[in-house]
């Protein structure tokens, strides 16, 4: 119910945009957000909405380089990722959740997209 795309290889200080489409929820009731898992490590929040379509916020370690956005007329979200940095590399998913923080504080949600690898060169 959550596909996620974009991902590939680029080269330190490029860019990317991921993308996430939902289907199958009702999109406006659910807050929207991103993680990510680099080889032998937890999975990370990245980014997400405080409220379902409302403002982004982000980890310290992407603050200033990733933006989030929201398109409900087409059920998708976006994940502009800029100055992009080696440690950067990990497996990027999409998440939907109707709690949002409260959930993804404990790594958990009601629905995981299937990832996109995201690797950084350097």
């Known amino acids: 119910q959550l596909q996620a795309s974009g991902g590939g290889l680029v080269q330190a200080g490029g860019s990317l945009r991921l993308s996430c489409a939902a289907s199958?929820?009702?999109?406006?009731?659910?807050?929207m957000g991103w993680f990510r898992q680099a080889p032998g490590k937890e999975r990370e929040f990245v980014g997400g909405?405080?409220?379902?379509?409302?403002?982004?916020y982000y980890a310290d370690s992407v603050k200033g380089r990733f933006t989030h956005s929201s398109d409900n007329g087409k059920n998708t979200v976006y994940l502009q990722m800029n100055s992009l940095k080696p440690e950067d590399t990990a497996v990027y998913y999409c998440?939907?959740?109707?709690?949002?923080?409260?959930?993804?504080?404990?790594?958990?949600?009601?629905?995981w997209g299937q990832g996109t690898q995201v690797t950084v060169s350097s």
């Open positions: 199958g929820l009702d999109f406006i009731r659910y807050h």
């Open positions: 998440a939907a959740d109707l709690r949002g923080l409260s959930s993804w504080s404990r790594r958990v949600s009601d629905y």
């Open positions: 909405e405080r409220w379902p379509g409302g403002t982004p």
